[in-house]
């Protein structure tokens, strides 16, 4: 790892209004990770907009969070695997006009098609979860950048997994999507530094996810928190209170 570990403040917790008037876009929204994300930044006080490629699924996750009296959240389809860049900049286009603001993404779509060795994996797969993992973070970040940069402060989050095993044999392309997500970061923190645009990157402790289940097929998942404390983490770096955590890798495993 190139990144400072960082670690979330002792006795550290989420306060009611710490995300109060900010919008915070959430890719993969409807993921284990990114529905955890959407219902934490809401609890704070956010307004959410939720991503993903399947609408009724958007739509269901709308339903719940306007059931559980949450503030309101917006739904945006973003196909990330199809998406061109004129389909991230409607994004920010959009936000800018319905809002005329943007504080914070939290990149939490992610694309993995299971442990495969390199001379097995298929070109096509390896070349979707390059894209969805990095290429689609960059171009939905860069074209959100304006608006993040015109913010008096703002957050990116990038999720990065257990580097001690995903450059492991057999990780493939999701490996080494989350290596380039890692420099990425790094690069994206030089460059913004001295913005009110922050870089993170979050390294979540085992969780509950599907994810985890492919991976993991050995493993019962059923006995894993589910995404809760790293959805929550994701606030704090959102938050005024992830300045402390700038550029840095805020790593969950031992918390």
């Given at each position: ?218 493993e019962d998942t059923s006995k894993l928190p589910l995404p809760d404390a790293t959805a929550e983490a994701a606030v ?20």
């Amino acid at each position: 790892m190139t990144l400072a570990s960082v670690r979330l403040p002792a006795g550290w917790s989420v306060q009611p209004g710490s995300l109060a008037h900010r919008v915070i876009l959430v890719t993969g929204a409807y993921g284990g990770l990114g529905s955890a994300v959407a219902h934490a930044a809401a609890r704070a006080g956010a307004t959410v907009v939720l991503t993903g490629r399947r609408k009724r699924q958007l739509e269901q996750l709308y339903d719940a969070m306007v059931a559980a009296r949450l503030p309101e959240p917006v739904i945006h389809p973003l196909d990330l695997e199809a998406a061109t860049p004129n389909d991230y900049q409607a994004v920010a286009d959009g936000l800018e006009r319905d809002f005329g603001r943007l504080d914070g993404i939290v990149h939490a779509a992610a694309s993995f098609d299971g442990l495969t060795p390199i001379g097995m994996h298929k070109p096509d797969e390896w070349l979707r979860a390059l894209h969805v993992n990095v290429s689609a973070p960059f171009a939905l970040t860069q074209a959100c950048m304006p608006l993040l940069t015109a913010a008096s402060d703002s957050a990116v989050v990038f999720v990065l997994d257990n580097p001690e095993l995903v450059r492991k044999a057999h990780w493939g392309a999701y490996g080494v999507s989350k290596a380039a997500t890692e420099r990425f970061v790094e690069i994206l923190h030089q460059e913004t530094e001295h913005t009110p645009l922050r870089a993170h990157a979050l390294l979540p402790a085992p969780m509950r996810t599907a994810l985890r289940r492919q991976a993991y097929f050995g493993e019962d998942t059923s006995k894993l928190p589910l995404p809760d404390a790293t959805a929550e983490a994701a606030v704090y770096l959102l938050s005024p209170q992830g300045a402390a955590a700038r550029g840095g890798m805020l790593d969950l495993r031992h918390d």
